[in-house]
């Protein structure tokens, strides 16, 4: 209560309390989402869209767009630490946010970072860190922002992706790019899917009989290696011994 | 040069001003071009993206600025009973200048530019002259036929309330025109779905189409931002330009060629005949500006 409260005093509030429609798929009967019925094969990915360069103000930026989901990141740094403490090499810094209108399937998210934006944070700096060459940098911080415009699924494989995109714009050397995909395995047939939608990832989640949740990992492709798994929802022993 | 133009910003300027001409090439009462694509955002009842100079696109290696302004704005519709103050529902308007579009922000509590602006947008755009919320009553109906036919009239009369996030992504100047523009871009492409009540009470909102509502706009509202510098007054600077400037006017023009509002910061002052010409400037800009945001609907 008392952050809904420093969350509105800043901003400008509707006289009553409102309430979102819920989305359409959420209708008894509706076969808007219909996990048995998928247009792309198994191992395939969404269109994908990149640039670079697109903030002038940052020193570096990167836009993704996979299908629906829509991604902006903009690095600025490295810049000096704002305290003055004395650090061998640079620290990273991500703030990842989803924009208030970025989910159709959810209520709207709230302008300040909630629990699952400031562990989506924590993850983006895993994955990226062992990436970048931080001894260049003594005594700075480099700063990555990223906000996620839409939501359709693989928020934070895109971000992941976007943000390693950006420091490579903003000339921070690293060893290697980082590049991050999302699998998801569904409950109904236990098939595992290349980049699940939002649909298909809270779907998912859920579980089933035989399982069902969501991997992401980042990876190094030049050096091939792994900077990060994350998982969530259940995957029974039998899938990871693949 | 590029480190000329950091250190001795102001000398640099002076030097192109003194030939009535600024660095990124445009004479001084020039305009950048403005760039509106709508309804990109899927996940929200319509959406708007502005640029605002550097329409094509071109990439330019970070730092230095001069690449344009972009600021998107999404509107959320969401349902509520009416109220005293607002029985046609509500427009509410909020700016997200997040650290993403100049190093000049930081994460936390918005700044007061930010706040003050939201402040700006949100009277404009409650003013019953340009906007006409009438069509904003909620359309429900129920799922399934009830049988109890006391049930029948049990849905209540609710109205829309329509949050409209600005989230600056660029910050190069002229923020409050690139945010005024999404803005109004962004209401008239608005699509208010018909309501489907379930036994659960949830409400559901159902695909649009053609009977879905939209929001009448009387008038479109077009502002212009001016930079005085040294008696020299520059149209749509930059935010270098405005970082110079002794004091900044923004006027906003409506589309039948009337006045709306006029604000002026800065200790500077600004002679009539100078003023005068500001507005014909600004008056021609919202011809131009307004023709883009009728073509994106």
């Given amino acids: ?215 992401t990992i980042g990876f190094m492709p030049g050096m091939n290696e792994i900077t990060q798994i994350w998982q969530s929802g259940q995957i029974p022993q039998e899938k990871w011994l693949l | 040069m590029e480190s000329f133009r950091k250190i001795y910003s102001s000398e640099f300027h002076k030097k192109f001003l003194a030939h009535n001409v600024r660095p990124d090439g445009r004479s001084l009462d020039d305009a950048r071009n403005t760039k509106i694509s709508v309804n990109s955002f899927g996940s929200s009842n319509g959406s708007a993206f502005v640029r605002i ?30 109220t005293d103050a607002t029985p046609n529902g509500q427009i509410i308007v909020n700016v997200e200048m997040t650290p993403i579009c100049s190093s000049r922000f930081r994460t936390g509590k918005p700044t007061e530019e930010a706040q003050a602006l939201g402040h700006w947008l949100n009277e404009l755009v409650r003013s019953p002259h340009h906007l006409s919320l009438e069509d904003m009553k909620v359309k429900m109906t129920r799922h399934e036929a009830v049988e109890d036919d006391e049930e029948e009239d049990s849905l209540p009369g609710m109205v829309w309330y329509l949050y409209a996030d600005v989230y600056c992504i660029n910050h190069d100047g002229s923020i409050g025109d690139a945010a005024l523009i999404a803005l109004f871009s962004a209401i008239q492409n608005v699509r208010l779905p018909q309501l489907v009540v379930t036994k659960e009470n949830q409400m ?55 006045l709306v509002t006029i604000r002026k910061s800065g200790g500077t002052s600004l002679d009539d005949e100078k003023l005068k010409q500001c507005m014909k400037t600004a008056a021609e800009r919202c011809k131009t500006v307004e023709k883009e945001i009728k073509s994106q609907r």
């Fill in chain 2, 53 to 82: 100079g550097n329409t094509h696109g071109s990439q330019k290696l970070g730092g230095g600025g001069g690449d344009g302004t972009s600021v998107t704005c999404a509107i959320v519709a969401e349902v509520g009973p009416p």
């Fill in chain 1, 1 to 215: 209560m008392a952050a809904r409260r420093v969350e509105e005093r800043y901003r400008s509030n509707a006289p009553v309390t409102t309430v979102r429609p819920l989305h359409h798929s959420f209708l008894p009967g509706s076969q808007a989402t219909n996990l048995a019925k998928r247009d792309r094969k198994r191992n395939e990915f969404r269109q994908f869209f990149m640039k670079t360069g697109i903030i002038g103000q940052a020193s570096g930026s990167a836009y993704l767009e996979m299908a629906n989901t829509k991604i902006i990141c903009g690095i600025y740094g490295p810049r000096q630490i704002p305290k003055m403490e004395f650090s061998e090499k640079a620290k990273l810094q991500c703030d990842f946010k989803f924009a208030t209108f970025a989910e159709s399937r959810r209520e709207r998210r709230k302008y300040t970072a909630d629990k699952e934006e400031k562990e989506f944070s924590m993850l983006m700096v895993q994955a990226l860190e062992s990436s970048l060459i931080l001894e260049k940098y003594p005594k700075s911080v480099i700063d990555c922002y990223v906000i996620v415009l839409e939501n359709d699924g693989g928020a934070l494989n895109g971000a992941i992706t976007c943000a390693s995109m950006a420091l490579a714009n903003a000339g921070i050397e690293m060893y290697d790019l980082v590049a991050a995909a999302s699998i998801g395995l569904n409950p109904l047939n236990g098939e595992i899917l290349l980049d699940p939608t939002e649909a298909e990832e809270i779907e998912y989640k859920k579980g089933g009989k035989k399982g069902g949740g969501v991997v």
């Fill in chain 2, 204 to 258: 559901i909102a159902m695909p649009i189409d053609a009977s879905s509502g939209r929001i009448n706009i009387l008038h479109h509202l077009v502002p212009t931002t001016f930079a005085i510098i040294d008696e020299q007054v520059l149209v749509d600077p930059s935010a270098e330009e405005e970082e110079l400037s002794s004091g900044l006017l923004t006027i906003v023009t409506r589309s039948d060629g009337s």
